[in-house]
């Protein structure tokens, strides 16, 4: 059995940086899990210290039914693929992908039995013969991934192995590592900043923050029902629209606007500010949208026609909304046309509306919101209205 266990797990450094805090986390045998956070977050730290790479300060580390917080790597049997490929360039891809079991003492019969499975599944059997720099990159990674393969260990950590490909074969490989573990069936947890790859591969994200976990779920549910304003706004390309909102009885206004609130709403009864968050999908033309959805004219600033969508950049005359939360969540390799546009004065939003009927920038629009997929937040711990706390935790348990 492959599951792993972190209870309460801390890594604080000699100079007192807490990279990892109390974290709890249950990864099921078999699941494909992954960490997902900005640059810091402590996700890398928390793989190392699964792989025994990371000594654990407090808290315990189960794989299976063995505690191996304080075992070496070598005796975890886990297998970790790196960022970088890490293979010998005198050897052929044959001896890189048999050189762990060599070391091993792993019988000459059963490795060449294991080093071919391997090149059969990753469609490397041209290629055994070849040194590593007759390789293109995907082939290097495909060779890195089929040395973990032959080991048969009981889970891969993976620390964001696609981030030297090119964009292209990142997606091939992405739908490679989709099918290999849908083939073995071996626990994986998986680490990126790469929101895209987080919601591509993983069954379940933990979404981390300064060490702390914030929530853990399928990607839909991380994308339609975020638990906090840091999750909302890292969790989606573009970003969710963000804005301080007023909330009074059925309805809540923002800007000059006002909408009414959904009858299921859990912002019904929470009379006060809030924090509005619509994403750019909820968004739609007029002659589009089901009847009886609220309307907003707005005058577009940017068009981004990308053939099978368009997004609609507009501006809302509010403030951005700019908190730690907001902060953190900022990933300078992701920022969108909407956040490099807006200033202190006003907020830009962005909308995704169908390609066909691509507005003109300048040229007022009427779109629909769909109101009930809109999501409120606390002005004060940006916690999302009408969620328990305690449900990051159930979460993150898998519960």
């Known amino acids: 059995m ?53 000594e654990t300060t407090e808290g315990h580390i189960t794989i299976g039914e063995r505690d191996v917080t304080d075992l070496s790597p070598p005796d975890r049997d886990i297998a970790m693929v790196f960022q970088t490929y890490a293979l010998y360039p005198q050897m052929s891809v044959r001896e890189n992908l048999g050189f762990g079991l060599k070391m091993r003492k792993v019988r000459k019969a059963e490795r060449v039995q294991r080093v071919e499975e391997a090149a059969k599944t990753l469609g490397l059997e041209q290629l055994l013969d070849r040194k590593p720099a007759a390789l293109s990159g995907g082939q290097r990674q495909r060779v890195a991934m089929g040395r973990a393969i032959v080991r048969e260990p009981e889970a891969f950590l993976m620390d964001e192995p696609l981030s030297n490909l090119d964009a292209k074969l990142r997606v091939a490989m992405r739908a490679e590592l989709a099918r290999l573990h849908s083939r073995l069936k071996t626990t994986s947890v998986f680490v990126t900043h790469d929101q895209v790859e987080a919601m591509t591969l993983g069954q379940r994200v933990a979404v981390l923050r300064d060490g702390v976990l914030q929530q853990c779920d399928s990607p839909q549910a991380l994308f339609h029902r975020p638990t906090n304003l840091f999750v909302a706004a890292f969790i989606g390309s573009p970003s969710m629209n963000l804005v301080a909102g007023e909330i009074a009885g059925d309805r809540v206004r923002f800007a000059e606007n006002e909408m009414p609130l959904a009858t299921d709403s859990p912002a019904v009864g929470h009379d006060g500010p809030t924090i509005l968050g619509i994403r750019p999908s909820d968004f739609a033309h007029v002659e589009d949208a089901r009847p009886g959805l609220p309307r907003l004219t707005v005058v577009p600033s940017v068009v981004e026609e990308l053939g099978a969508e368009t997004y609609v950049v507009f501006p809302v005359d509010a403030p951005r909304v700019v908190t730690d939360a907001t902060r953190a969540a900022d990933d300078d390799e992701a920022l969108d046309e909407a956040t490099l546009l807006a200033d202190d004065e006003r907020t830009m939003f962005t909308a995704r509306v169908d390609p066909r009927r691509a507005p003109r920038v300048g040229t007022p629009i009427e779109l629909a919101i769909d109101n009930e997929r809109a999501h409120f937040f606390e002005l004060d711990d940006g916690e999302v209205l009408g969620k328990a706390v305690t449900e990051v935790a159930k979460s993150a348990s898998g519960g």
């Open 2 to 54: 492959g599951a792993i266990t972190l209870d309460h797990v801390t890594k604080v450094y000699p100079n007192g940086v807490r990279a990892v805090q109390g974290l709890s986390l249950h990864i099921e045998d078999g699941e494909f899990m992954v960490l997902v956070g900005p640059s810091g977050c402590g996700k890398s730290t928390l793989l190392r210290m699964i792989a025994g790479l990371e």
